[in-house]
């Protein structure tokens, strides 16, 4: 029998191809059989002075540790934000240690005026905020020339950089170069002056945004302020005790070499028909109170003040000290008179004044007012050259007059204050306004002028600025020498102007010296003149009765006073006694106040010996009469009462002066007494008079 085929074959055992091994939880796993062992065992080598600390050990480091080379290194880097961070570790190194400044100064400058082109407007200010603050005042007395010639090649490579921002920044870095430099104008005046009235130019183009084009404006009336220039001034240098700020006097830092005065002219002309253009484009503003913002405003006063200094500069220039009332080069005062003369009178001064056509704020009133004085600043110091209508003429004589007499200041709030600062400026023109003006206009201008001579501060500048002013009229000399003192309106007002002066001494009283010293040097004035002018001589004598107070009052309960002369300094007590020898007739009753005033415990003995000796001098001229003089010395002498107890000396005031001073003055009276006539006689009448 046959075997099946299917029950032949043996059956194969079933089994598990991938076991599946139970895990126990929080059992670790054991590495598997094919892992590769990636330790690696070596030993360490050690290298001496291997430490970054111990190679700086010794070095001056900012606060993040960089050293002075590691930081002028990063200032090249192409990450802006490092180049700032280098800037800014370069600042808090030097104020740590300002040594390195001093030591490592040259070779700052050379790194760090590559910045002055970045790309980067964070790094440019970064970079200006650092020569601002550290780099130039901790380098101002150094050598100024190579200071200068380090950085202006890279200055005038960023004013003419494709970037309008890069150009106007050139600018801003050359402004703050010239405030520690002034000299650097000077040497590269030519290019400068080119490069303002380019980007002025084309301000329509590139500066839209007016804050970049005062930025500009700024810097270009700081380089034109710097022109050595003698400016119209109020009195003459020796006798102005006056600060020389306040009056607008500058005395600028000239260098030994320049671009020379032709150069300077030639473009300084083309730079005012630039800036006539930009003042021109900007008077819509100027008549719609909506366009005029304060950006606009600063703008247009910052064109008109370089106008005013370019002006100035042109007819009061000066070039080694000498003084150029016409320009020195040739040819030019032939533009002056043509191209430069017609454009002001056409583009500002036709335009004159500034007003607008609808109703303005105070702020706005008082913005327009200064555009105004300075653009009649600007007017008469052309006047000679631009021979202007009789109608324009009469349109500033008009303001000037408002001016002084205060009727365009507009509120009542520190109205003398903004007057005076408007008045100021004008003043030094009135008397040579006068001197030539029409008779109507003479009266108009005198009783304007007196106004604000009497209505301002004892104190203030405008009161100095008036004295000077006064002492031009009363005694004229050089151009002014032509005005008529005889003039029945000058003679008005001189009177009012000498009784003035004794009255602002005792409003001035010992509070303020150095306007006391000016009231009493033109009171000195007057007095000397006084010997060649009968009137003059009539209104100084009338001045000796207020003048009494100055010295010595007696109160009505009979208490003693002793006046400003005794606290005032020794300049304005001899000032004050040269005063008496040019009265003609010295009145009792003020010899009775200066003899009073000599008892003054306070007095110095030299001063008391002045007053004597000048009365003396007045007494031989016939000032005095002899028995108001001996009268005089009598007082002196019987106030003073010698003690015999302790040889000392009891004056009225029961103070006890030093002995040998009182033998000295009766020393000084009896030489002087002596001088008159027999001494015996002298005496006698001295007894009567003392016992008496």
Request: charged residues 20%; glycine residues 4%.
């Amino acid at each position: 029998m046959v075997r099946s085929k299917a029950a032949s074959k043996k059956q194969k055992k079933s089994g598990i191809d991938f076991k599946k091994i139970k895990r126990k939880i929080g059992r670790k796993l054991p590495p598997p059989k094919n892992a590769t062992n990636t330790e690696i065992k070596s030993k360490a080598i050690i290298l001496p002075e291997q430490s970054v600390a111990s190679e700086k050990a010794g070095l001056a480091v900012n606060k993040k540790g960089l050293t002075l080379k590691e930081l002028l290194q990063q200032t090249s880097h192409h990450n802006a934000k490092i180049r700032k961070g280098a800037l800014v570790g370069i600042r808090d190194l030097f104020m740590k240690y300002p040594a390195e400044l001093r030591l490592h100064r040259y070779t700052v400058i050379e790194k760090l005026r590559e910045r002055i082109d970045d790309g980067d407007k964070v790094v440019r200010e970064t970079l200006y905020q650092l020569l601002k603050s550290v780099i130039f005042p901790g380098c101002k007395e150094e050598n100024q020339g190579l200071f200068i010639s380090l950085l202006m090649g890279y200055i005038f490579n960023a004013m003419i950089h494709l970037s309008i921002d890069v150009r106007m920044m050139a600018f801003k870095f050359f402004e703050l170069l010239v405030e520690y430099y002034p000299s650097s104008f000077f040497l590269h005046a030519d290019k400068i002056l080119q490069n303002y009235a380019e980007i002025l130019q084309k301000n329509q183009f590139y500066l839209q945004d007016k804050g970049k084009l005062k930025n500009a404006l700024t810097g270009l009336v700081q380089c034109l302020s710097l022109l050595p220039c003698n400016k119209r001034g109020i009195g003459s240098s020796d006798n102005n005790v006056v600060d020389d700020g306040m009056l607008h006097a500058f005395e600028p830092h000239v260098p030994t070499e320049s671009a020379g005065a032709c150069v300077i002219i030639k473009n300084l002309e083309d730079l005012v028909l630039v800036l006539l253009n930009c003042f021109q484009e900007f008077m819509p503003a100027v008549h719609d109170v909506n366009l005029l913002n304060i950006q606009i405003y600063d703008c247009i006063l910052y064109i008109v003040r370089s106008i005013h200094l370019a002006v100035q500069y042109f007819f009061y220039g000066s070039e080694n000290g000498k003084v150029e009332s016409h320009s020195p080069c040739k040819g030019s005062d032939t533009r002056l008179e043509g191209t430069i003369s017609s454009a002001l009178l056409k583009k500002l001064l036709s335009v004159f004044p500034l007003n607008p056509l609808h109703h303005i704020s105070e702020k706005d009133h008082d913005r327009l007012l200064t555009l105004n004085v300075i653009i009649t600043e600007i007017f008469l110091h052309s006047i000679k050259c631009i021979n202007p209508p009789i109608a324009i003429l009469e349109t500033f004589l008009e303001f000037i007059e408002s001016v002084m007499l205060g009727k365009i200041v507009s509120g009542t709030h520190s109205r003398k204050v903004v007057r005076e600062k408007h008045v100021l400026p004008l003043l030094p023109f009135i008397p040579e306004l006068i001197a030539q003006a029409e008779n109507t206009w003479k009266f108009r201008l005198l009783e304007a002028f007196t106004h604000a001579f009497k209505d301002c501060h004892p104190e203030s500048s405008l009161k100095l600025a008036c004295l000077h002013v006064v002492e031009e009229l009363i005694i004229p000399t050089g151009e002014l020498s032509c005005i008529d003192t005889s003039f029945p309106e000058i003679v008005e007002h001189r009177v009012a102007w000498i009784r003035e002066l004794p009255l602002l001494l005792i409003l001035l009283g010992d509070n303020y010296p150095s306007c006391s010293e000016v009231v009493l040097r033109l009171l000195l004035h007057v007095g000397q003149a006084s010997f060649l002018n009968s009137a003059l001589k009539w209104e100084y004598d009338n001045t000796q009765h207020p003048l009494q107070e100055f010295y010595h009052t007696s109160s009505a309960e009979g208490n003693k006073c002793y006046g400003p002369f005794t606290r005032l300094p020794k300049k304005c007590q001899e000032l004050s006694i040269c005063c008496l020898y040019y009265f003609s007739y010295l009145d009792p009753l003020l010899l009775k106040s200066l003899a009073s005033c000599c008892l003054c415990p306070e007095l110095q003995p030299e001063t008391v010996f002045r007053i004597i000796e000048v009365l003396h001098s007045a007494y031989k001229v016939g000032h005095i009469q002899i028995a108001d003089y001996i009268s005089f010395c009598a007082t002196l002498l019987s106030c003073f009462k010698v003690s015999a107890e302790n040889g000392s000396v009891d004056a009225e005031s029961n103070k006890l002066p030093n002995y040998e001073t009182l033998k000295s003055i009766n020393k000084v009276i009896y030489s002087c007494l002596s001088q008159i006539g027999d001494s015996s006689l002298i005496k006698q009448t001295l007894e009567k008079v003392i016992v008496n």
